[in-house]
């Protein structure tokens, strides 16, 4: 089984351990983009111990568009299960709830100082959240600048997202440079690793999977759900009838063969496609399998968690994360001017 590590390959060993940081809303369930673009990634990342790790359920992201108290308090829960359950193991990475360190929003509102508000205009998440919308709240447009509070207040320079989230860093980028030109050197320039599959398009094939567009399969769905939802995704649509020779280059299906099927099985797609010798449902079959192998582990650590261990992990998570974030703080503070007080 020569599974591919979604690692990117740019891991330099002679650098010093960085700090990696990265965040998930917790909306909707987690989804497969989800996991094939980022949360395979951190695993992989905590697995290989080298730096340290500190991933985030963010919630005053989640807040930028209208949502119900009582569920999203359910979906905090739901998140820390299903985060542990895919490796993100609390003994070994610092997994915790953003509204439970405050310095999160206190950060954001003294960077959104340093932050042109023409720059959060361009944003094609903010674009894409607020079209057509009757409310649209001013934290959706300030949303980008929470996403370089919660980077740089613990100076992370390694952030595994998807591709959408790329223009969100090059923004946190720029905020830290701004800040430092303006207040002195004190944050690094966090850059983004991205998995060897940053964009899982969604079952309908006109965007990428995501929470907010009901084109998902849900990474913890029951089994047949699960296949009755890949057996209807698109594929390449030049394809009408099985004789008719297929582009896995630009199939949603072969992508997600990359991801989770060994090498062989992945020659076999191309062949199978290209020559016309598989159906798209003969190679939905085939990835239903893989992903079948991949999430059996997945699902028995999920039943087997406890609510009150996942709450204590994210107590200790929140603490730890508490301890860097108030030093940091007291740095920005001094730096900006800001306060009367010494500590
Ligand atoms: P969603 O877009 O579904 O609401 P989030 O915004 O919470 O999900 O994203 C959490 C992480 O998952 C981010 O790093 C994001 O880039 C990644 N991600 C989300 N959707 C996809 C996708 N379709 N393909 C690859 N990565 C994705
Ligand atoms: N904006 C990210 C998303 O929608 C979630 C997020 C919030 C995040 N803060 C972050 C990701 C910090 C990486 C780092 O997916």
């Not at 949502?67 to 895919?86: H, N, Q």
């Not at 062949?271 to 990835?287: I, Q, S």
Request: hydrophobic fraction near 35%.
């Amino acid at each position: 089984m020569s599974q591919q590590s979604p690692l990117a390959s740019t891991l330099d060993m002679t650098k010093k351990p960085a700090r990696v940081f990265s965040g998930i809303q917790p909306t909707g369930e987690l989804h497969l983009g989800n996991y094939l673009g980022a949360v395979r990634t951190w695993r992989a990342q905590v697995e290989e111990g080298k730096d340290e790790t500190m991933f985030c359920i963010v919630d005053a992201h989640a807040i930028t568009v209208p949502y119900e108290a009582a569920e999203l308090r359910a979906k905090i829960d739901a998140f820390a299960i299903d985060l542990i359950a895919c490796g993100i193991d609390p003994e070994k990475t610092t997994l915790f709830v953003q509204s439970d360190v405050r310095e999160h929003t206190e950060l954001a509102w003294y960077l959104a100082s340093v932050t042109p508000y023409g720059d959060l205009g361009r944003m094609t998440q903010f674009k894409d959240k607020g079209e057509g919308k009757e409310f649209v709240s001013a934290a959706l447009f300030t949303y980008p600048v929470l996403m370089s509070a919660d980077i740089l207040l613990y100076k992370a320079t390694v952030v595994p997202v998807g591709e959408d989230q790329v223009q969100h860093l090059e923004l946190a980028r720029e905020t830290a440079r701004r800040f430092n030109h303006r207040f002195g050197e004190l944050f690094p320039e966090p850059k983004p690793r991205l998995s060897n599959t940053p964009r899982i398009m969604g079952l309908d094939g006109d965007s990428k999977m995501s929470k907010s567009k009901g084109n998902t399969i849900s990474l913890f769905e029951p089994k047949e759900e699960f296949w009755n939802k890949l057996r209807t995704a698109f594929t390449d649509p030049q394809r009408l009838r099985k004789s008719d020779p297929g582009r896995p280059e630009i199939c949603n299906i072969y992508t997600m063969h990359k991801a989770v099927s060994p090498k062989e099985t992945q020659d076999e797609v191309v062949a199978n496609c290209t020559g016309a010798k598989w159906g798209c449902v003969e190679c939905k079959k085939v990835l239903f399998e893989n992903f079948d192998k991949e999430l059996v582990p997945l699902r028995t650590k999920r039943e087997a968690l406890s609510m009150d261990h996942v709450r204590q992990a994210l107590g200790d998570g929140a603490s730890k994360a508490r301890r860097i974030a108030v030093e940091t703080m007291k740095e920005v503070r001094s730096a900006m001017g800001l306060g009367s007080l010494s500590t």
